[in-house]
């Protein structure tokens, strides 16, 4: 599990809109709400005009709006940044999400027991999203892992633990990966269908999932699927993720009872 994060948003200008290629209306003000959101220090207009790929006076004309609305605020060296309105929804809606008020206290059970960090993540079509995360208690090194970051779910420990429930089959697989083979993230990574199949099946036989430094060299985990919202669909992926040096995943798979009894009633499905 890679913990070095790609961002939410894109990196290349938005530029698809309601008329063809044009950014109009609100898809234009909402394009500049998330390039706001790569900027934690804050952009100058003409960056963000840049990137969004409009005119100036158009994106100025977003930005006000944002601003009376409290989702974009403005420092007085003129840089533009996401505004606490934006912020204070944002981690209300987060922390009252029932799955993190139910896998929270889960995570840190976990962090503190092991020493090591713990996630929560979703599956979103090929990438996992974090939603939760808990560092170790103690511990010098920990892993840069964001909320709301992303990682490619065919390398993950928790996007494995989830794919096992939708791809049941090769072709199943196959269509998922479709016509651009996956990312190789490092030499340990599993690129085909073939590879990602079987890999799928053990990860069902035996009832969790393992990322051996498949997404980042030195990095591995262990993860089980979890039923914080559905008795029988997974809501998401916990899992112990630690430095290989320190925590080797021999001591992840030996412990794996405990941790799924760690989950306790989320542990598995209804019968």
Sequence with gaps: MQHTQRSPASTAPVTAGAEG?????????LAVLKELARHPDGVALDE??????SPKP???????ALRRAGLAGQEPGGRYLLGDEFLRMAFAHHEARPEHVRVRPLLESLAARFGETAHYAVLDGR??????????????VRLTSTVG?????HATGVGKALLAHELGTLDAVRRWI???????????TLCTAEELHREL??????GYA??????ETGVTCLALPVYATSPTVPSGAVSVSALAYRTPLRTLVDAVGEIRDALGPLKEPLR
């Design 21 to 29: 290629d044009r950014l109009v209306g609100s898809d234009r003000v």
């Design 48 to 53: 963000l005009t840049r990137a969004i790929g």
């Design 58 to 64: 158009t994106v100025h004309r977003a930005l006000a």
């Design 127 to 140: 990438d996992v999203v974090y939603r939760a995360k808990v560092d170790p208690p103690t511990g010098a």
């Design 149 to 153: 970051g992303r990682n490619p779910a």
């Design 178 to 188: 479709g016509p651009v083979p996956p990312q190789r993230r490092t030499p340990r």
């Design 201 to 206: 099946r053990r990860t069902r036989e035996r």
């Design 210 to 215: 393992l990322d051996d430094q498949e997404n």
